[in-house]
């Protein structure tokens, strides 16, 4: 039935015609760009290779070949009341034997040099419900999260859309390969002052997304500091954690806090989910670890509008719960994502492109700073542009991540078959080829 | 001392409220027919167990779709994968073809109108989000579900302001008392943005009439405001009068061109009732409206239902022969279980409303209380918490503005149970009234007016947090 609407006679709410959902900004237009033309190896290899989905496609076949083995964990077992209690069961705690595992699963991704309290362990579906949650939590409409730029750009719907509290940036840059300074945390924090609005929580990504870097050890330390002089709350959402490319290298906020006997922790909240590390985002699994009682108890409440369904939340506390398997897991996708991480560092070097030095995540973090024309955004949009209509590479420009220097992109690896990361590896040597002969006859493209 | 938000330390999750005590009790002496045959027999409960073994035996039929295999392929990495909060195009498909065989397909809906969303929570949440400001109001019906209060207020800032049935023309929405509360919301200087129903009603077991239907829709026509229809249990209608969903009444002649209007009737569904499968987190809105829907369906993302069950319900829901046979034989259990409810009440000198839906019965106390009030009717329940044994929920914690009424569930027990609680209230009935023909009346009433007293001293006075007792918490009721 067409409907003609000129204006609602009946206003929709403010929030649900604004556009704080952020969809319309470019990072959404590349990926219709992929979904108008998707490129496949065999019916369209013309078509546009998606590098702006961070997923994880490295490690299926471990997950299928589980599953294979131990099918009944998907089938309710023998038990007749098995399928009954599981349907009914739609307790905010959370099923017990999942919550286990996962606390056990995050120590083992931590590789045991942090515990976690299965009791301190709230579920919500995805990583997404799980930031809005706190923020509804530890935010008052109008009050701000410090965010260290650049960032993942769907952080602007998740912490603002509903909640109506505001981002301010710490801006982080290239001198000190991004990692966050105490002055930058002193600035952002200044500038929010500055505007009249309080701070209520400081929002790290560790490892970040977009960079593919652990934050080093002391600069959590001067965060922790920080959150604590201003007697405000630290958020880490750690959903790359699983995603390190080495053993050790990775620093949890937990940690610190064992070490500082969790003196003041009360003020700390970490995010995790299985989208990343176990590349199942279609189950909509995350939650929330807070050290703060208080916390624990309104987001298990708040965890009512958003609850993982109980059939999934049984199949994946079986899974978790297999030592073996987890083990293997992690150590074998560990492995892959650092060969994948290698390879395209390398097609990018062979090509004349540098990346940040990475060690985590299913993204690399690339500069482009030599190709733009002028060092402002409406340049690497142009360039983003031209990557997209002519390499048909679909990749993520760092103005979408609220990076405040021109120039870098974030490029996946792990979403596609080795094969077609050759592919787009061959595209951008193309691409930096005709960018050369073009600068050499000094046409700009 | 670091803060926390406003919405953390207020108390409109509506969990401190004395309705969780009789839950409490429950969970401290929970009926056992073998380990606990005196426990507390929990009837505050609105879940649908009379079906299981329809669905166990389909899943034995159809082992695949659990095992993420579709004709004999592994869809695993599809599934796991997929994230669109579009939806599966599969189960949004099979999802409203069931919806429509539940209104015997005398109205369709369009997948593309449809938002998933995890269980009617977070629907009849988002739908505030969509269609309300901080401090505007919806006008609800009440007796109203107690999770309403929750799920419509807490983290949306939207106000309730009551629609006041009465027993006196059996709890019917009438056109003065929407008036009424239109007039309320105004001088509470509450810009009211629409009328939330529950159709069949949680808690009254009753579907809303022709009258009512066309009575309602009138009224956001006139006053240009929206309507949202929480049909949950539309699939549990077992007796006449036939379920007769809002959408039947616009299209109608005198609305079928009425476009703006059509615009502002949303629709929430859900399968924790029909199915039985709370679990699973299927929630839907349906929506007319391109800018609620598109809204909605971004506002999804904060509460997707998982793509592994969205699979298996798609394949269980687009067997026609099964959905045909669970729909009728539903249907017949349920209509079974609440004639046994009546009849024993009956029995025992306790009506209830004329019923023909959902999972309980709304049952007249009103003889039984020791005055016309709500003190009366917490004295009656507490009784019959500690003393009969049953938790059942009384109809303030449903906002009814007349003291004396209960919803009692059918659904969540076996037969058995509910025989022995039928024994236990006719065994209560016949005391009541029998000592109330007694000299001692007086004195007992003291004597137990004064175990009350100590019992409401120790519990406010325990210093713990009422939540630090309660083993398990649900979400609904």
């Not at chain 1, 509008?305 to 150590?331: C, G, H, P, W």
């Not at chain 2, 109203?144 to 709890?171: A, M, Q």
């Amino acid at each position: 039935m067409a409907v003609e609407i000129e204006q609602p006679s009946v206003r929709l709410s403010r929030v649900a015609v604004s556009e704080t959902h952020g969809e319309d900004s470019p990072y959404f237009a590349g990926w219709k760009a992929y979904d108008e033309n998707p490129y496949d190896e065999l019916s369209n290899p013309s078509g546009v290779i998606q590098m702006g989905l961070a997923e994880n496609q490295v490690s299926f076949d471990l997950l299928e070949e589980y599953l294979e083995q131990h099918s009944e964990v998907a089938s309710w077992g023998k038990k007749v009341s098995g399928f009954r209690e599981n349907a009914l069961f739609q307790d905010y705690h959370g099923l017990l034997s999942f919550r286990k595992a996962m606390a056990s699963f995050m120590g083992e991704v931590r590789e045991g040099r942090a515990s976690f309290d299965p009791d301190r362990i709230v579920l919500t579906a995805g990583a997404t419900a799980a930031n809005e949650l706190l923020t509804f939590i530890l935010a008052n409409p109008g009050d701000a999260l410090l965010v260290p730029t650049p960032y993942y750009p769907g952080f602007d719907r998740d912490l603002r859309w509903r909640t109506g509290v505001k981002i301010v940036p710490i801006h982080c840059d290239s001198s000190n390969n991004f990692q966050v300074t105490a002055e930058a945390l002193e600035a952002a924090y200044r500038s929010a002052e500055a505007m009249s609005v309080k701070v209520s929580a400081v929002l790290i990504t560790n490892p970040s997304n977009p960079l593919g870097i652990t934050i080093d050890r002391p600069v959590l330390d001067e965060i922790l500091n920080f959150v604590g002089r201003k007697n405000i709350h630290l958020v880490s959402d750690e959903i790359y954690s699983g995603s390190v490319f080495s053993s050790g290298e990775f620093v949890s906020v937990a940690e610190v806090l064992q070490s500082r006997d969790f003196k003041d922790a009360e003020r700390v909240h970490i995010v995790y989910s299985l989208s990343k590390d176990l590349g199942l985002p279609g189950f909509r699994v995350g939650t929330i670890y807070s050290y703060n009682d208080a916390v624990v108890n309104t987001a298990r409440r708040m965890s009512s509008f958003t609850l993982i369904s109980s059939q999934t939340q049984q199949l994946l506390a079986a899974m978790l719960s297999d030592d073996e398997f987890t083990k293997n897991y992690v150590r074998t996708n560990r492995e892959r994502l650092r060969k994948r991480y290698e390879k395209i560092i390398l097609g990018l070097r062979n090509g004349g492109i540098e990346c940040l030095k990475g060690n985590a995540g299913l993204f690399c973090w690339m500069n482009l700073k030599p190709l733009l024309e002028n060092a402002t955004r409406e340049s690497e949009l142009k360039l983003w542009k031209s990557i997209l209509n002519e390499a048909k590479l679909n990749i993520s420009p760092g103005s979408s991540c609220h990076c405040s220097e021109p120039g870098w992109f974030r490029v996946c690896f792990a979403n596609m078959s080795e094969k077609t990361l050759e592919v787009a590896l061959k595209r951008i040597h193309n691409l930096m080829e005709n960018t050369k002969i073009s600068l050499h006859n000094v046409i700009s493209f | 001392m670091k803060l926390l938000s406003r919405k953390a330390t207020c108390n409109s999750h509506g969990q401190d409220s004395s309705y969780f005590l009789g839950w409490q009790e429950y969970e401290k002496n929970p009926y056992d027919v073998v380990q606990n045959p005196s426990g507390i027999i929990q009837m505050g409960l609105a879940e649908n167990q009379l079906s299981f073994d329809l669905l166990e035996s389909w899943l034995a039929n159809n082992p695949d779709p659990a095992i993420f295999k579709r004709d004999g392929q592994s869809i695993f990495r599809e599934l796991a994968l997929f994230q669109d909060y579009h939806g599966l195009p599969a189960f949004k498909n099979a999802l409203v073809e069931f919806m429509a065989e539940i209104r015997g397909n005398r109205v369709s809906f369009d997948p593309k109108k449809l938002v998933l969303t995890a269980g009617a929570t977070s629907a009849n949440e988002t739908l505030m989000f969509c269609l309300a400001e901080p401090g505007e109001a919806f006008l609800l019906p009440t007796p109203y579900y107690p999770g309403f209060d929750r799920d419509l207020k807490w983290r949306t800032g939207v106000e309730i302001v009551p629609i006041h049935c009465s027993s006196t023309n059996s709890f019917r929405v009438t056109e003065s008392a929407l008036e009424e509360a239109y007039e309320a919301a105004k001088k509470r200087n509450l810009k009211v943005k629409g009328v939330l129903v529950t159709n069949p009603s949680n808690p009254l077991g009753t579907t809303l009439s022709l009258d009512e239907l066309n009575l309602l829709v009138s009224f956001i026509s006139l006053k240009n405001i929206h309507l949202i229809s929480d049909e949950i249990y539309s699939g549990t209608v077992f007796s006449s009068p036939e379920f007769v969903s809002v959408m039947e009444i616009l299209n109608k002649k005198k609305y079928s061109a009425d476009v703006e209007l059509w615009n502002r009737v949303h629709i929430v569904y859900s399968l924790s009732k029909d199915l039985g499968l709370p679990g699973f987190r299927v929630g839907a809105i349906y929506s007319n409206d391109e800018m609620v829907v598109s809204a909605a369906t971004k506002m999804s993302s904060f509460g997707l239902v998982s793509s592994q069950t969205q699979y298996l319900l798609s394949a269980m829901l687009s067997d026609k022969k099964f959905t045909r046979n669970y729909i009728s034989e539903n249907q017949k259990r349920l209509k079974q279980r609440q004639e046994k409810l009546i009849s024993g009440f009956r029995s025992a000198g306790i009506s209830c409303l004329e019923s023909n839906a959902g999972l309980f019965c709304w049952v007249d106390m009103r003889h039984l209380l020791s005055s016309n009030t709500f003190d009366a009717e917490m004295e009656l329940w507490k009784k019959i918490v500690y003393d009969v044994g049953l938790n059942i929920s009384p109809g303030s914690s449903c906002h009814c503005s007349e003291p004396g009424w209960f919803r009692v569930c059918f659904a969540n027990m076996s037969a058995e149970t509910l025989t022995l609680a039928i024994q236990r209230i006719k065994d209560f009935a016949e005391l009541t009234v029998a000592s109330s023909s007694r000299r001692s009346h007086q004195s007992m009433k003291n004597s137990r007016r004064r175990s009350l007293t100590k019992w409401v001293f120790r519990l406010s006075f325990d210093g713990r947090e009422p939540d630090e007792r309660i083993q398990l918490q649900i979400i609904s009721y």
